[in-house]
């Protein structure tokens, strides 16, 4: 996916007279053997929106010819039939992921309720698998109306710790009408986000890290976060290292984003500071996303919205899950398949065509008229660079 701004990476080392959506890099990708088997992966449509934007990821990845079979479970959900949540996420989806090791997901709902664990499906799924990474990348993307995109040069990557803090799911009524929840940091899944954010900057020419925080009042538990951090960040000498209380970040944000490069936070703030990238950047259906372990992969839009409004109308913004995929390719070692997938996507942006984009990034299309696009773009004969 995208290293700096979506611009520029729509122009990196295109010819003259190239086409932005086919252009690649002058090297060539060496596979290994066996590199060009089709690969299963499991798939899960989830709820409000997800089965629309999922079955235009279908439909593209098939345009393309992707070396992709897919194990679908599209009767997994937040809710039963009759609105009641569902408790537990089956057995045979989770089998299906650790075996497969790589997953493209919906959002499945969240009701509010008293009535069950506090422990959503999304976050059982985190915890059984481990996958206990999440990433979201926020970026300015061009051709967008001016009134949706409010600053200029974002390239923001958020990565959260995904199994613990306010998200531990443990909570008990002390006494009638006192709720006592409990924000459970420990030092080493501190220290494992750490290392991943700072190994991800160090991967991918990122020049600075900053820790979110609010140590100042959480003064152990963010501060052993905060002490995890800072023994990591030594490792790294090359990598600018900063720290930044949470409500401050969240302030700097909105008045000068493009300061801030990779954002390490616990796992609440994270879910918060996604959020205000996402609403930078365009909405829920613009940034792309992934929760990883060591073993697993899951993506999805980078900001968990089901968009239950919307369901139905076929106007379902299916951007981000597209990028997801892009995301999905690359960390298969698909990375042509990334590349064609990523510029044809943001050259249909890009184009300002308001007949094709979805109505919440300013547009008057539908998401098949976004979908029918990205493969026109897609379709376009590649002119070589020697032509």
């Known amino acids: 996916m995208l290293r700096k701004a979506a611009a520029s990476a729509l122009k990196r080392s295109a010819p003259d007279g190239c086409n932005l959506a086919q252009a ?58 009759s609105g009641n949540p569902v408790t537990s996420v089956p057995s045979a989806v989770l089998d299906s992921i650790r075996r497969n090791q790589v997953c493209l997901k919906g959002t499945l709902y ?46 923001i990557v958020v990565i959260r710790e995904n199994t613990e803090g306010e998200y531990s799911g443990l909570e008990h009524e002390v006494v009638p009408d006192v709720i006592e929840s409990i924000k459970v940091i420990t030092a080493e899944k501190s220290r494992r986000t750490a290392e991943y954010a700072f190994g991800y900057a160090y991967l991918n020419n990122r020049k600075r890290v900053t820790a979110v925080h609010k140590a100042n009042i959480m003064k152990m538990s963010d501060g052993l976060f905060l002490k995890e951090f800072r023994e990591v960040a030594k490792k790294y000498p090359m990598i600018q290292s900063s720290e930044i209380i949470v409500d401050n970040t969240c302030m700097q944000l909105v008045g000068r984003p493009e300061q801030f490069d990779v954002l390490v ?85 890009q184009s300002g065509d308001l007949s094709t984009l979805t109505p919440d990034l300013g547009g008057k299309g539908t998401t098949v008229s976004f979908t029918n696009a990205v493969i026109k773009q897609l379709e376009k004969k590649f002119k070589g660079r020697y032509d």
């Open 265 to 349: 936070t616990p796992n609440l703030y994270g879910n918060l500071v996604s959020n205000v990238v996402a609403g930078l950047c365009g909405g829920a259906g613009v940034l792309p996303g992934c929760n990883i372990g060591d073993n697993v992969a899951i993506f999805e839009q980078g900001a968990r919205h089901v968009g239950k409004d919307i369901v139905g109308k076929g106007i379902a913004n299916p951007l981000a899950t597209l990028l997801s995929t892009s995301m999905m390719f690359r960390h298969l070692n698909l990375p042509d398949f990334s590349d064609r997938l990523e510029n044809a996507t943001l050259a249909v942006c």
């Open 24 to 81: 690649r890099g002058l090297m060539t990708y060496v596979p290994s053997p066996g590199d060009a088997r089709r690969q299963t992966v499991t798939l899960i449509p989830g709820d409000g929106i997800g089965p629309e934007v999922c079955g235009a990821v279908t439909k593209v990845v098939e345009a393309m010819g992707a070396p992709i079979q897919w194990e679908r479970f599209d009767d997994v959900h937040g809710t039963d039939t």
């Open 110 to 155: 969240t009701p509010l309720s008293k009535t069950t664990a506090t422990e959503s499906l999304n976050v059982q799924m985190r915890k059984q698998l481990d996958s206990h990474i999440n990433l979201v990348h926020g970026f300015t993307l061009k051709g967008l109306p001016k009134g949706l995109i409010r600053h200029e040069n974002i390239d």
